[in-house]
């Protein structure tokens, strides 16, 4: 069976440390930075997700590679 070449890391959002601003309240700032880490947690996992479903496709293409192959031979053989 073909081998399924290692797809390369994807970037990981890192997390945005808290910290205190002067314009915005210490409160108001903390929030958005919650907000952009949720969201970067959401896209880490939809990543995820993904890169396991295309290998999963990737699998099953070598599989009906592998039986495409068989019956080119089993017609060949008759």
Partial sequence: MATVPKPRPMRRFPRIPRAHRESVSR????????????????????????????????????????IRRAWERM???E
């Fill in 27 to 66: 409160e108001e700032f903390n929030r958005v930075i919650d907000l952009l880490n949720e969201r970067g947690e959401i896209l880490n996992d939809l990543r995820h997700n993904q890169d396991v479903q295309f290998s999963r496709i990737a699998q099953m293409q070598a599989e009906l590679d592998a």
């Fill in 75 to 77: 017609k060949l053989g």
